[in-house]
């Protein structure tokens, strides 16, 4: 199995699971995994009514993701990085 | 205070014609009460720990001990440094991704405390040591003296060692997640 097909596996199911517990929409969680530049960006799109659940008081739960998804990416062995997208 | 919003914010949320969310504090409930409301809030952050772990492929036995004023889950077992992080970071992430998960299932503040293999109980223990250092400090000096930002639950518990101390007195300053205990002579 190469790097780039490891990558972002458990990033993804990771960061799709935190979300969907953290909003009243679950449903409407959507990950996207896009490569930059070699690195890969997860791209997070919530509910509009659930933006600030995923992002908290002054970023504080964004980051809390964040830094969580940083951990899953230190267990495969990738890097990825979290964006949430409007 | 933030908390005071967050309750606000979870009380104007409590609609769907049940009564409001009552908070854990409201003197009105029975001891039995708030036993029930804290087992619910360990079991909502036992399951969503539970999930993560599979996701992450770590194993972890959870220990749940439910106290008078919060419920503590212990992930135990773990092998892996990873969900605590350099200086803590993971673990303080996860905390507050199971506060998240618990206050929207219950629309009230969340009273849960995780911890994996006790590091933050021996985090605590090192806190108290240098707050003792700290009154030491300031009974000597009679100046204050700043002790290093810390959570809620961390500075309720250097508030409580040093109410428990004659000759000096406590106070918080700065803003979250800088927010810090003072220790001042008593006057």
Redesign the interface.
């Known amino acids: 199995m190469g790097a780039e097909e490891a990558s972002g596996v458990m990033t993804t199911e990771v960061l799709t699971y935190i979300a969907k517990a953290l909003v009243d929409h679950p449903e409407d969680v959507a990950v996207e995994a896009v490569e930059d530049d070699g690195e890969t960006v997860l791209e997070l799109r919530v509910h509009p009514d659930d933006m600030g659940k995923v992002i908290g008081k002054r970023g504080r739960t964004a980051k809390a993701i964040r830094t969580m998804v940083k951990a899953a990416a230190t267990r495969e062995g990738s890097a990825a990085t979290v964006e949430i997208v409007e | 205070m933030?908390n005071t919003d967050a309750a606000t914010d979870a009380t104007q949320a409590g609609g769907d014609g049940l009564a409001p969310p009552v908070e854990l504090e409201d003197p009105s409930l029975t001891p039995q009460q708030r036993m029930d409301m804290l087992d619910q809030e360990a079991d909502i952050a036992a399951d969503?720990l539970e999930?993560?772990l599979d996701?992450?492929?770590?194993a972890g036995d959870l220990a749940i001990e439910v106290q008078e004023d919060q419920a503590v889950v212990n992930i135990e077992e773990v092998g892996s440094g990873?969900?605590i992080?350099r200086r803590g970071?993971?673990l303080?992430?996860?905390q507050?991704?199971v506060r998240?998960?618990v206050q929207?299932q219950t629309e009230r503040r969340s009273h849960v405390r995780i911890d994996v293999e006790g590091y933050r109980t021996r985090h605590l223990d090192k806190l108290r040591d240098r707050c003792r250092d700290a009154i030491a400090e300031v009974r000597e000096s009679g100046e204050p003296v700043r002790l290093e930002p810390m959570d809620a639950f961390e500075r309720k518990m250097m508030h409580d060692l040093v109410a428990k101390t004659g000759g000096v007195a406590s106070s918080s300053e700065g803003h979250?997640?800088k927010r810090r205990v003072v220790v001042h002579p008593d006057v």
Request: charged content about 20%.
């Open positions: 933030t969503f999930g993560l996701l992450l492929d770590i990873l969900l992080g970071v993971t303080e992430a996860l507050e991704l998240c998960a929207r979250e997640p």
